[in-house]
């Protein structure tokens, strides 16, 4: 019982760190495997075997093999409801879904390792170019944000008094965000994340929390 | 009623398709009004009241304006459920988020017009060199596709006898694919887009079929 429950995943890993913050959210006992993505061995064979994408997260519960970040933040609030993390109302949950997915499909996608690698090899680009892109969408992407919550000011969370995985995946953007030192330039981004920041969960979950993050 | 439903897409946009194909599912009378991604015309001032992130797909219904394709199609199979998108078991809603996430989260995002023109600005890529970095994304998205089928072949479809927005999802990956003609490398794949196909809101949704595309 205790043990059904396994996470591959790496502390650099911003994907990894949604699927922490629910288990967390969700008093949910689990192991987490780490799988180093920037050293590649997330392209070996053996973790080919877990999760035919060789990248992480992948969870695993009561022998099912889970992936995608945002497929198991959904499976995991179907399966243990409480608390829930995402609104009734189908208008809603299509809000959050689709803030959610700013930083899941449009730019997290943009900075992953495979891209640096891409960018290295087709284009030459040397680590501070490879640098420069991946600051460059993570701008665009908090841009993004900022004009959404411009339009509707999260209360205090982005749909109203309780986080939900559009809070999630915005902290994991966040996250890396803030070790760029640009997130002043947008201050409802800059408060929703002090607010996610709060919850004992999001906090705990933290890459720089995780083993084997830098010191 | 009729004209309650309005997208905003584009013939080349494989997130418009994906939303066309629900809709065309769904049985949905619809609007389309184009928004041409080629010229840059989301970028203006007019569509970004519209969309705070300047891409297409946007849905407006009853008032309620929409984004993100996938967050879309969860709207609409919702909101509509017959004939339904989605399983109802929790770890098979999850597969079928993931096969479609592979496409929506990290294929797709790394072939859209702002990367295109960021690899042109930053790296000063030529026409050629843009779309053999597209090339190979699309090919890598096809090989985990036909990795995952593989593992579990679609019988006939990826998650059983009905289409879901995981085929949704692999139909727009492959309808850009097809057009790089790489796709009989991947017979699994080939054999589902088939089977896609032959679904009349799956062909009739088609890019190619929008007033606009090339003759």
Redesign the interface.
């Known amino acids: 019982m205790a043990e059904t429950i396994t996470l591959y995943g790496f502390w650099r890993s911003l994907a990894a760190y949604r699927v922490r913050i629910a288990l967390q959210m969700k008093g949910l006992p689990y192991r987490e495997i780490p799988v180093d993505i920037l050293t590649g061995e997330q392209h070996g064979a053996d973790y080919g075997a877990v999760n ?2 060789h ?1 992480v997260p992948t969870l695993v519960h009561d022998g ?1 093999t ?3 970040s ?3 933040l ?2 995991l609030d ?2 243990f409801p409480d608390p829930p993390l995402m609104p009734t109302d ?2 809603e ?3 959050v ?2 803030v959610a ?2 930083s ?3 730019a ?3 900075v992953v390792p495979r ?1 640096r690698k ?2 290295a090899t ?2 030459g ?1 040397d680590p501070a ?1 490879v640098e ?2 991946g600051t ?1 969408w993570m701008r665009e992407g908090l841009a ?1 944000y900022e ?2 919550f411009t ?1 509707r000011p999260p209360a205090p969370f982005v749909a109203g008094e309780t986080p939900t995985i559009a809070d999630i995946c915005f902290a994991s953007h966040m996250a890396a965000s803030s070790l760029a030192g640009f997130t002043r330039e947008f201050p409802l981004c800059a408060r929703l994340a002090e607010t996610c920041m709060a919850v004992p969960a999001f906090a705990a979950a933290h890459p720089m929390k995780v083993p084997g993050a830098p010191a």
């Open positions: 035919p994408e990248v099912r889970l992936f995608q945002q497929a198991i959904e499976y179907e399966t189908a208008a949950r299509a809000y879904r689709a997915l700013v899941v499909a449009d997290h996608p943009l891209m891409r960018l087709q284009f680009a170019a420069a892109w460059h993004t004009t959404i339009r």
